[in-house]
């Protein structure tokens, strides 16, 4: 018989829509306490011990590794005059983006993800190449955490620039189609503390300009009356309109606004209004 760690209780109750709901664990919420990482760590030591001497464990895991570890690559796609595509030799965590100059040329890497850091715990989270096939703004998360670190790579030479963009959650970035510069999405700097507990209010949409430090970046749009509000920025096809679509937590509706790139001075035009539809 398994002997699970001892769980202390509270009196924690809330009150929702007239009915009262007990929470007696609320304090394992809180990850930063010696409390919770005792508990964690014994709870691991009852899992991990009931696990590891299950009979076929091991069969189990050599057997699917086998059927993992075969060559594979995702779809190459262009970029100005450059292809890209990634690749995964059979069992790398991540697979590893290559590029070439053109279809004759030898592919290198451009981005290993494997390498970030020694414990595997950094991941890519998003790309974004500029239109002339030089720069590709590239986004880490670690530890599994939604937030997001962007940097941009110099494409010929592989080598990062000084640009380092913070704060970012839940969002992608977008490149002006004169390469200086890209739009992306972030949070207010959070409590250093609570970062990881914290929910987050109040996305605001910005442009980055290469070459600047974040703290020079310009604010596109923002909402103080909608603190739910999420935006997603993307630069048509055209280079001439930077589509914003509001989202709203995990409603299949958004949002349509528009802002012409060619009048510095434009204004952000709300072209559907309701959330209505996606």
């Known amino acids: 018989m398994l002997s699970y760690p001892n769980t202390r209780k509270v009196e924690q109750t809330d009150l929702y829509h007239g009915v009262t709901v007990a929470d007696p664990y609320r304090w394992l919420e809180d990850p930063n306490t010696d409390e919770t990482a005792t508990w964690v760590k014994s709870q691991n030591e009852v899992t991990f011990g009931y696990l590891n001497q299950l009979p076929g464990r091991e069969q189990l895991n050599t057997r699917l590794t086998e059927l993992w570890n075969y060559e594979r690559y995702g779809t190459p796609f262009k970029k100005a005059n450059r292809y890209f595509y990634y690749k995964n030799y059979g069992l790398q965590n991540q697979s590893v983006l290559y590029t070439l100059p053109d279809l004759d040329a030898e592919p290198t890497v451009l981005l290993?993800?494997?390498?970030?850091?020694?414990?595997?715990?950094?991941?890519?989270?998003?790309?974004?190449?500029?239109?002339?096939?030089?720069?590709?703004?590239?986004?880490?998360?670690?530890a599994g955490s939604d937030w997001v670190e962007w940097l941009v790579r110099n494409i010929a030479t592989g080598e990062d620039t000084d640009d380092l963009i913070k704060w970012v959650k839940f969002s992608g970035a977008s490149w002006t189609h004169d390469h200086q510069g890209f739009f992306y999405s972030r949070y207010d700097e959070p409590n250093e503390e609570s970062k990881l507990g914290d929910v987050n209010y109040y996305q605001k949409l910005y442009y980055h300009r290469l070459g600047t430090p974040q703290s020079e970046d310009t604010l596109i749009y923002e909402r103080p009356d909608q603190k739910e509000w999420g935006f997603s920025g993307g630069v048509t096809e055209d280079g001439q309109y930077l589509i914003i679509s509001v989202w709203r937590g995990t409603d299949p509706k958004n949002l349509l606004f528009y802002k012409d790139l060619q009048d510095d001075n434009a204004e952000v035009i709300e072209l559907i209004s309701e959330f209505e539809a996606q």
């Open 112 to 142: 290993d993800p494997n390498t970030l850091s020694e414990d595997g715990t950094v991941a890519l989270s998003g790309t974004a190449i500029s239109e002339d096939g030089k720069y590709i703004a590239y986004g880490l998360s670690t």
